[in-house]
């Protein structure tokens, strides 16, 4: 072992942390550019480090800790690519649903949607958009709430409840729109 990779292990892991920062952030920030742009590369480079803080002491030694850091890379990029392509299938989505101009029937349902929606609580308000709008899976729900799948399922179906009561509310043309569609 080296004089260098002995200190370090006996440094404070904030000194630790400055080091490896120093020492490779321009190469983690060219391999985020060269795949995401730009724009993208700093909060993907960001995120490599703020993994690389959370497990400085997990992380190998000497010359591994360069592959570590690019293979945290690798996964980030990957996990950009995913949450663009998501939302390249919103956008897609709304351009299809979204009414074209005023006065249409489908932009007043869209309204009613909407304005149900901001009428139910906080929780029901995010399990819905996390399940509709961000198109997530009931477990990938229950990671990001931090409840059970079974929880997930229960909470929907009682959200998609309270959405389907609240549009029946504002009348027969806004019962068009189903919570189940609303929610898919």
């Known amino acids: 072992m080296s ?7 006996t440094e404070n892991p ?17 391999y985020c550019a060269r795949r995401l ?9 960001a995120d490599v480090f703020a993994v690389a803080w959370r497990r400085i002491e997990d992380m190998p030694e000497g010359d591994a800790r360069k592959a570590w850091l690019f293979g ?5 990029v990957g996990s950009q690519y995913r949450s663009r392509q998501r939302r390249n299938r919103l956008s897609a989505r709304l351009e299809q649903t979204t009414p074209q101009g005023p006065g249409t029937s489908s932009d007043g349902e869209f309204d009613d949607l909407l304005s149900a929606l901001e009428q139910l609580g906080r929780t029901d308000q995010e399990l819905l958009r996390l399940s509709s709008w961000d198109g997530l899976s009931r477990a990938e729900i229950a990671q990001v709430l931090g409840i059970k799948e079974n929880a997930v399922d229960q909470r929907l179906h009682r959200a998609r409840a309270r959405l389907r009561t609240r549009l029946d509310r504002r009348g027969p043309g806004s019962s068009q729109v189903s919570p189940k569609e609303a929610s898919t």
């Open 3 to 9: 004089e260098r990779s002995s200190v370090e292990l």
């Open 14 to 30: 904030c000194v630790r942390f400055d080091h490896l920062f120093d020492s490779n952030y321009n190469a983690i920030f060219r």
């Open 37 to 45: 742009g730009p724009t993208d590369a700093e909060d993907a480079a």
């Open 72 to 76: 945290v890379a690798h996964r980030v």
